[in-house]
């Protein structure tokens, strides 16, 4: 009788790891999220010039709706939720030009960080320097017969942005002028303030793990998730962040809990975001005065 060994080619270690997925789905889903490798998630809110290039949580929780609406009727009232938890108001208001942190419209496309680096190449050729220089920038880029000018303030991010409708040198050069002459200047706003309902958002976040990892992560933990039997969906982040994608489960499964709490466990928000605990702990009120 002959005896035969093991083939070399035979994965004994991924037959075994097989088998114990067969046999203890949602055990081994548990092990393998505490040990699965999370990609980088990067800049979730990049500073620019302008504020298209910001986060919009109007188009997150736009493309959000869309992938649950997709995923079926048992996402629904998750899709109702989103489309209430940013409420709107508009305020008259007084506010300073140095508050302002971005512009909606812009003829150019560099990615300058901030409104002073936009100015420094916009204004640089605007007469900037004196007192009168100053009240005449002030004049032509904000007139008073289009009083008031509109803005937004997202609370939850403490930005400003011009509803401009094309670039304005004379807003450069005022801006330089208030720079270097360490001046301010206050012009006649409506200003519509964006928030986070917060009845809404904690009721998202009593009733859904809602979980931003890359896609490519979130995948990946879907497929355990999957194979386990544990329910959960992917939803879309925003388009201009496709690598990035939600990781959506219900908290009534007990099984499904530890999962994501091992998933969750010792991670750094730069590979994994609880993203409704995210947005409460992000809020800068506005100042209605």
């Known amino acids: 009788m002959t005896n035969r060994s093991p083939s070399p080619n035979v994965d004994l270690e991924g037959l075994l790891n097989g088998l114990i997925q067969k046999m203890f789905p949602a055990w081994y889903a548990c092990q393998a999220a505490k040990e699965a490798h999370l990609g980088n998630l990067g800049v979730l809110n990049p500073h620019s010039f ?53 512009l909606e419209h812009s003829a150019h496309d560099e990615d300058w960080p901030n409104l002073y680096s936009w100015a420094e190449h916009v204004g640089k050729d605007v007469p900037h320097d004196s007192a009168e220089d100053f009240d005449r920038l002030r004049q032509e880029a904000f007139p008073a017969e289009n009083k008031p000018h509109r803005m937004v303030y997202r609370e939850w991010d403490g930005r400003y942005y011009w509803l401009n ?33 917060d009845k809404v958002l904690d009721r998202i976040h009593a009733e859904y793990w809602w979980l931003l990892l890359t896609r490519d992560s979130a995948e990946a ?10 329910p959960a969906t992917l939803a879309d982040f925003e388009w201009r962040r496709s690598d990035l994608e939600f990781l959506i489960a219900r908290k009534n499964n007990r099984k499904l809990n530890q999962v994501i709490l091992n998933l969750l466990n010792k991670r750094s928000s730069q590979h994994i975001i609880e993203f409704g605990r995210w947005l409460g702990r992000h809020h800068f009120p506005f100042r209605n005065h």
Do not use: M
């Open 50 to 102: 302008l504020s298209h290039r910001w986060l919009s949580l109007h188009a997150v929780f736009s493309d959000a709706g869309k992938s649950l609406t997709e995923a079926g009727e048992e996402w629904k009232p998750l899709c109702d939720l989103l489309e209430k938890l940013i409420s709107e108001r508009e305020f008259n208001r007084s506010l300073s030009i140095s508050a302002i942190d971005g």
């Open 165 to 197: 409708k094309s670039d304005s040198a004379a807003f450069a050069g005022l801006l330089l002028h208030a720079q270097k002459k360490q001046r301010d200047a206050n012009i006649n706003t409506l200003i519509n303030v964006e928030s986070i309902n």
């Open 221 to 230: 933990i879907y497929a355990l998730l999957e194979q386990a039997g544990l």
